[in-house]
């Protein structure tokens, strides 16, 4: 296994201890130092994809491995961070519900398009969207909201006005891709 396929299961590995973290009961002693290790394991899940990506063009290592576990990683890393951040009540579940069903239908949507032998590649608008949900929930989700006070402007407009912008650009690149791969799916009805 290459450095770049490597960073990509060790994010799906940080994933998992960000999430077992970030669980960890507010009752029980130590439950913000456990809670801001596990945020500072899910920033460093989050830039991981970054260093994959990075690497494997850099390094010339891309491999059908990489090409289906990378986008993968990122949506087990997405919809976790939303299911945990929506579960803290800093994120409407409406939102972590709209972004997890537009990851399984255009993963769905690939699915369908390799059952026919076309593949449907990642369109610059879901690169955009991958980058700004990953900035969204690695600076915002673990530090705005868990370290600064939830009074004022930071939490009370500009944290919900980029969670609803994050909520329109998911939907709509969802959109584009059904939109654009409506052939697939109109074929069998």
């Not at 450095?3 to 973290?21: C, D, Q, Y």
């Not at 991958?130 to 909201?145: D, S």
Request: glycine share 8%; net charge positive.
């Amino acid at each position: 296994m290459n450095l770049p396929n490597k960073i990509t299961v060790s994010r799906i590995f940080g994933t998992l201890l960000f999430v077992i973290l970030a669980s960890y009961p507010e009752t029980w002693s130590n439950h913000l130092l456990v809670w801001r290790i596990g945020y500072v394991v899910g920033f460093l899940s989050a830039v991981s994809d970054w260093f994959d990506g990075y690497y494997a063009r850099k390094l010339n290592m891309v491999t059908d491995f990489g090409k289906l576990m990378d986008p993968l990683a990122d949506k087990v890393f997405t919809i976790a961070c939303f299911v945990i951040f929506s579960a803290k009540g800093y994120i409407p579940a409406w939102i972590t519900v709209a972004i997890a069903a537009r990851e399984f239908t255009v993963t769905g949507l690939r699915t369908l398009a390799a059952s026919k032998g076309e593949v449907i590649e990642a369109k610059n608008i879901g690169k955009v969207k991958t980058t700004l949900q990953m900035l969204v929930l690695a600076l915002g989700g673990c530090f705005w909201v868990e370290w600064l006070p939830t009074e004022g402007p930071i939490y009370q407009y500009i944290w919900p006005g980029v969670l609803y912008s994050i909520a329109a650009l998911t939907i709509y690149s969802g959109w584009e891709y059904m939109w654009n791969g409506r052939q697939l799916y109109m074929q069998d009805t």
